[in-house]
T-cell receptor, first 111, second 110 residues
Framework: NAGVTQTPKFQVLKTGQSMTLQCAQD?????MYWYRQDPGMGLRLIYY???????DKGEVPNGYNVSRLNKREFSLRLESAAPSQTSVYFC??????????FGQGTRLTVV | AQRVTQPEKLLSVFKGAPVELKCNYS??????LFWYVQYSRQRLQLLLR??SRESIKGFTADLNKGETSFHLKKPFAQEEDSAMYYC????????????FGPGTSLSVIP
């Protein structure tokens, strides 16, 4: 049982480049989330998807877009990366109001 | 608006001493409160949730709606408790987002 899988694990981008972070879960969860983790800031919600076909903004959505491709997959796209987007990104999923399960994280550096 | 605060960024205690990690929240409704833990080089994982009222690894947390708090407590800290602890809040339905606090880094000194 893989749980929540994120790719890639590490990425270095130049300012202005674009990239997509992939997330997939095999637990048949309805809700999926993208967070960024920064020192002293904790986890801040970027976007979430309560069910297939729906997405909603979180606390810090600017500069990001998401796609809920199907029930399993929820991708996060940076159209024009900025140094302020250097962070560790976590994907999570959960079933109804139960606990959230997290991926291993993607460490992104924008230079 | 949903908000979770954890006033201590860093907390150091000696092994065997009691530990309390503070969490306060703001939410206009009936929230679901959680504590998540992230050990070094491991994924974030659930420690406990208020609705289950159970003790996990010796930790307990009581929801105080009057003080809007959900402090995490353990009577005797162990070295393996050293980790990052996050308090989190949700609205209690599958359509609600999950908001995390800034986290408290707990260090247990041998």
């Amino acid at each position: 049982n893989a749980g929540v899988t994120q790719t890639p694990k590490f990425q270095v981008l130049k300012t202005g480049q674009s990239m997509t972070l992939q997330c997939a879960q095999d637990m048949n969860h309805n809700s999926m989330y993208w967070y960024r983790q920064d020192p002293g800031m904790g986890l801040r919600l970027i976007y979430y998807s309560a069910s297939e076909g729906t997405t909603d903004k979180g606390e810090v959505p600017n500069g990001y877009n998401v796609s809920r491709l199907n029930k399993r997959e929820f991708s996060l796209r940076l159209e024009s990366a900025a140094p302020s987007q250097t962070s560790v990104y976590f994907c999570a999923s959960r079933y109804k109001d139960k606990e959230a399960f997290f991926g291993q994280g993607t460490r992104l550096t924008v230079v | 608006a949903q908000r979770v605060t954890q006033p201590e960024k860093l907390l150091s205690v000696f092994k065997g001493a009691p530990v309390e990690l503070k969490c306060n929240y703001s939410y206009s409704g009936s929230p679901e409160l959680f504590w998540y833990v992230q050990y070094s080089r491991q994924r974030l994982q659930l420690l406990l949730r208020h609705i289950s009222r159970e003790s996990i690894k010796g930790f307990t947390a009581d929801l105080n709606k009057g003080e809007t708090s959900f402090h995490l407590k353990k009577p005797f800290a162990q070295e393996e408790d050293s980790a990052m602890y996050y308090c989190a809040l949700s609205g209690g339905t599958s359509y609600d987002k999950v908001i995390f606090g800034p986290g408290t880094s707990l260090s247990v000194i041998p």
